[in-house]
């Protein structure tokens, strides 16, 4: 299969284990591999945020009811970033 084909049957699953419990390690892994991975905008103003607590989880799809996966994770890490200007 060619490339362009992958990419057109490419799809993201958000079915999570909520019995699994990602360990502080694995965690600085996780958090460590991305800040080294290249980005698409060459955006190096960014922030990690790690929310583990589940109240806040649920805060956050009660702001964006379209992703109720937040709530089935050990942790969920939103990116934030800032684009640069011309």
């Given amino acids: 299969m060619d490339a362009l084909e992958v990419m ?11 019995e699994y419990q990602l360990s502080d390690d694995q965690l600085k892994q996780i958090l460590q ?6 980005s698409w905008m060459n955006g190096q103003m960014y922030s ?5 607590d589940h109240k806040i989880r649920e805060q956050l799809v ?14 969920f890490l939103i990116f934030c970033c800032r684009f640069a200007s011309d």
């Avoid at 049957?9 to 958000?14: A, D, E, I, P, Q």
């Fill in 62 to 75: 009660e702001l964006n009811p379209g992703n109720p996966h937040m709530l089935q994770s050990s942790v």
């Fill in 33 to 38: 591999a991305s800040r080294q991975a290249p």
């Fill in 48 to 52: 990690i945020i790690v929310v583990k």
């Fill in 8 to 18: 057109k049957h490419h799809r993201s699953y958000r079915q999570f284990d909520q």
